[in-house]
């Protein structure tokens, strides 16, 4: 063979086809199969005992193993009756997209063509769904766990303004960021990724209705700032990972600018509910955020990742 072209490609395309015609003859059908059902031990062995192919094999021949070993063994987000609710299902119209992007292969890290410019549009539809202002920018990246990251990468580099710490690293600064009790884990991971240490992440305690108690948020800064600690961060939850609460953020925006602090909110599933006329009013406060983090692939049900 000769490049990376198909031997044949009138075999290919049939293949295609097939695939294309069992996968949509799959997805019609979730919803009569079981919503998820254990692997039996020989496929799982089967995986863990596979040596590393000395040779490649017939593309027939994967997506005969992809029928028999991974197909009926998904995680069963796809079936109406999965209870995991910020988990999304996909569209068969989202795996038609996949299937053309995929074969655009697109690399967006910059350069001149179209498929940048639809990040871009993406970009400015989501700042406007949202209520943030035409100056808004943003990335796609993986999911939130991803976009909290860069939220608190951004907010340690620029607050208080002027430090230099991209160059000169944190050195001996002893900044510290403030999230309620029930933020999602990938704050506290957010911290240490950025080498700020997840000690430097307070929980801040959540009042009866499962919000952060601003109250206590205002003496622990207090508190910290005595101690000679530098606040720099407040994460405002919008639709938290246990409850669906939403923290007070028209009331943390507010705190936030008197006390010149960056405030994030991570809106993973929740920020959607901006879509909703009669759920829209719980997030007044969102857009006066400096960074949010968000998903498609939760509530919006595009095909995993898209954050
Ligand atoms: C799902 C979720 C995350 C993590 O998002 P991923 O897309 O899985 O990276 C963060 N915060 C909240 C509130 C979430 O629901």
């Not at 197909?71 to 910020?86: E, K, S, T």
């Not at 999911?143 to 002027?162: C, D, E, L, Q, Y």
Request: charged share 20%; glycine share 12%.
């Amino acid at each position: 063979m000769a490049g990376l072209d198909p031997e044949n490609w009138e075999e290919l395309r049939a293949l295609g086809h097939r695939m294309l015609d069992d996968m949509l003859d799959n997805v019609k059908a979730v919803a009569a199969g079981p919503v998820w059902q254990p692997m039996p031990e020989s496929v799982r062995q089967g995986f863990h005992d596979a040596p590393l192919p000395q040779s490649g094999a017939p593309v027939d021949q994967l997506y005969h193993q992809f029928t028999q070993q991974v197909l009926p063994y998904a995680v069963g987000n796809r079936h109406p009756r999965f209870m995991g609710w910020v988990h999304g299902g996909g569209t068969p119209q989202g795996m038609l997209a996949e299937m053309l992007a995929a074969g655009l292969n697109a690399n967006l890290g910059g350069r001149d063509h179209a498929p940048v410019e639809v990040e871009r549009m993406v970009i400015r539809w989501t700042a406007s769904m949202l209520g943030f202002p035409e100056t808004a920018t943003g990335v796609l990246v993986t999911g939130s766990s991803m976009a909290n990251f860069i939220g608190v990468i951004t907010a340690s580099r620029g607050v208080p303004a002027g430090v230099k710490m991209r160059a000169e690293g944190i050195q001996s600064r002893r900044l510290v960021g403030y999230a309620g009790q029930t933020a999602h884990g990938c704050i506290a991971r957010a911290f240490d990724l950025a080498g700020l240490g997840t000690d430097a992440l307070r929980r801040v305690p959540m009042d009866a209705a499962f919000r952060m108690d601003m109250d206590v948020l205002r003496s622990m800064i207090a508190e910290d700032r005595a101690a000679g600690f530098e606040p720099f961060l407040v994460v405002g939850t919008a639709g938290t990972v246990d409850t669906g609460s939403i923290d007070p953020l028209a009331d943390l925006a507010a705190f936030a600018r008197d006390e010149g602090l960056w405030f994030h909110v991570d809106g993973a599933f929740g920020a959607l509910a901006r879509l909703s006329a009669e759920y829209a009013p719980a997030l007044a406060g969102m857009e006066q955020a400096n960074s949010i983090a968000l998903d498609f692939h939760k509530w919006a049900q595009t095909p995993y990742d898209a954050g």
